[in-house]
């Protein structure tokens, strides 16, 4: 079994290079122990964003008067939540089977051992590949934390497979991940609190704009413990059986705990480097322990390639997916190199919060000069005639030659039009010329034009 590209992890970077491979005639192999698609399909971005638009949903109908609508009484259903997800992530899986299948990609279920560059052991079956990708992505970062061992907790694959709510919820870690499970179990009425040790949530998203969040879920009842950092953990049970976490913690105002029904750990992933063989390949690796690769994503060793979390540039789907489009080509011969200037992070809160390019935390540190446009979202009319009572902002950070340096929404649907800026970076646009492309009106989209 010769295979001119064997590829071992089968998530966004893996199945997405599969497929390019696939398509340009390559004999591809793909092993992925678990489940097509990886993390991100079965356990991450799409399982969690089917939970937060039922929420969102449920949200709206509540609010529904807002907007001149009566709807006389709302509820949900968690079990038919859960239940709905679980359909979603069967049906994606399904169409990425399809699409290898469909590019003669043979995908072989188990766990994948490397011999060296050119064999891979899997199911007692050794195969040869002229080109090794790694794509073997990352998984939940548990800290030590005393009494970590003693007591029940979720990640997030407990949290999307819950079928009962907990009446509180403590979140230790207030990123995208924390976030975005608060925001969910806040909307359905559990008392969250979120703790994070810095001194705001969302570290990597513009600081202003993630204060301006962190206020709006606040007035929705979400307590957040800001410079806080959890120095053990303990667990009780009630008279009536219920099990309860105790949180203790330490900051300014000196010690004390939090005690809730249920524990959130989300305070970060890392990457998969262990349980595949990566050490019979001798790669060389970064300061900070990741594989390293060039701009092609060649890592040290000749005909061997790494590709979405194991590089730990950004541990985002959509930076794997053109990682490994990059990767294949330079397999392929093709000229092409990967960009990590307009990388958009998303986090799908409500209302969402986007970025792309640098922050202005980023810029001072890097010693950059630039200038600051904000614009309350208001200036969209699409956006008033949709997001009653809210409240958002855009900001966009230019250089002193008038490129887009970064671009920051908080509002929805921020997503959506985040590469609107991203593209700008990306070609190197100034002002003028970015001016010159004619937008829809009325879209939210025009928040740029109106600040530009």
């Given amino acids: 079994m010769k295979y001119q590209i064997a590829i071992i992890g089968g998530g ?33 971005c799409i399982p969690t964003k089917t939970l937060l638009y039922s929420a969102k949903t449920y949200d709206s109908a509540r609010h529904a008067s807002k907007y001149a609508v009566s709807v006389p009484e709302v509820s949900f259903d968690l079990s038919k939540i859960v ?13 990425v089977k399809g699409k290898l299948v469909a590019n003669n990609v043979t995908v072989v279920n188990g766990e994948a051992s490397i011999a060296d560059k050119n064999h891979v052991l899997c199911g007692g079956e050794t195969y040869e590949c002229d080109n090794l990708l790694l794509c073997t992505g990352s998984e939940t970062f548990i800290p030590s934390i005393p009494g970590m061992d003693e007591v029940p907790y979720w990640t997030h694959r407990e949290a999307l497979d819950n079928k009962e709510l907990p009446k509180s919820l403590a979140v230790i870690g207030g990123g995208v991940i924390g976030m975005e499970f608060a925001s969910f179990f806040n909307s359905l009425g559990v008392e969250v609190t979120v703790i994070e040790m810095l001194d705001e949530i969302l570290g990597g998203m ?26 053990s953990l303990s667990g009780n049970v009630l008279e009536d059986g219920q099990a309860q976490v105790q949180v203790n913690y330490e900051n300014a105002g000196g010690a004390d705990s939090v005690v809730a029904e249920r524990l959130l750990m989300s305070v970060g992933r890392r990457p998969v480097t262990k349980g595949f063989g990566l050490e019979n390949l001798g790669l060389e690796k970064t300061e900070r322990g990741n594989i390293w690769v060039d701009g092609q994503m060649r890592t040290s060793v000749p005909g061997v390639y790494a590709c979405g979390d194991l590089t730990g540039f950004s541990l985002l789907a959509h930076t794997a997916v053109r990682e490994a489009e990059v990767a294949v080509h330079a397999v392929l011969g093709k000229e092409d190199c ?18 792309v390019g640098d922050t202005e935390e980023t810029l001072r540190k890097k010693g950059i000069p630039y200038r600051t446009i904000k614009l309350p979202m208001a200036y969209s009319g699409r956006f008033v005639a949709e997001n009653e009572g809210v409240n958002g902002m855009c900001k966009l950070l230019l250089a002193e030659d008038d490129t887009l340096l970064g671009a920051h929404v908080l509002g929805n649907p921020a997503s959506e039009i985040i590469t609107l800026a991203g593209m700008a970076i990306e070609l190197r646009l100034t002002v003028s010329e970015w001016k010159k492309i004619i937008f829809p009106h009325p879209t939210v989209g025009e928040i740029f034009r109106e600040a530009l």
């Avoid at 966004?12 to 340009?24: D, F, H, L, M, S």
């Avoid at 704009?209 to 806080?228: H, N, P, V, W």
């Fill in 206 to 231: 513009d600081k202003e704009l993630s204060a301006m969040l962190r206020a709006e879920y606040t007035k929705r009842g979400i307590k957040f413990m800001l410079d806080t950092k959890v120095v």
């Fill in 338 to 355: 990967m960009s990590y200037k307009a990388v958009p992070g998303v986090v799908y809160t409500n209302p969402e919060i986007a970025g």
């Fill in 83 to 95: 239940a709905r997800k679980q359909k979603v992530v069967r049906k994606l899986v399904l169409g």
């Fill in 12 to 44: 966004p970077a893996g199945y997405t290079a599969a497929e390019t491979a696939g398509k340009a005639g390559l004999s591809v192999v793909l092993f992925e122990k678990q489940s097509l698609g990886g993390v991100c399909l079965n356990e991450g």
